[in-house]
């Protein structure tokens, strides 16, 4: 059992940057893989970015590619999601997930998830 809860949501104008950051209890963090994923008013869920147990092997969804990052230090049981160069489509509720599979990044394997935290990106 994984509980995961989310911080450093908020308001940021367009350009700007925002680390969002995901902090695990129970379980030991390092057996799981981590991702990331946003959903905004009327759209889908949307997958953002994924890390491996290691965090030698990311992944990532098309519309962040070169602007998002993720990592993780597993000292700290945390990941974090560094956001770049913002939009206002990048607005959503973004939310952490964990999942003990590897290999590319499928939404059911994700066992278990947080609550969410806003973002908001303004022009």
């Known amino acids: 059992q994984v509980q995961l809860v989310e911080s450093g949501g908020g308001l940021v104008q367009a350009g700007g940057s925002r680390r969002l950051s995901c902090t695990a209890s129970g379980r030991t963090f390092s057996s799981y893989a981590m991702g990331w994923f946003r959903q905004a008013p009327g759209k889908e869920r949307e997958f953002v970015a994924d890390?491996?147990?290691?965090?030698?092997?990311?992944y990532y969804g098309d519309s962040v590619k070169g602007r998002f990052t993720i990592s993780r230090d597993n000292a700290k049981n945390t990941v974090y999601l560094q956001m770049n160069s913002l939009k206002p489509e990048d607005t959503a509720v973004y939310f952490c997930?964990?999942?003990?599979?590897?290999?590319?990044?499928?939404?059911?394997?994700?066992?278990?998830w947080g609550q969410g935290t806003q973002v908001t990106v303004s022009s």
């Open positions: 890390i491996s147990w290691r965090g030698d092997i990311r």
């Open positions: 997930a964990a999942r003990t599979y590897g290999g590319t990044p499928v939404e059911r394997q994700y066992q278990y």
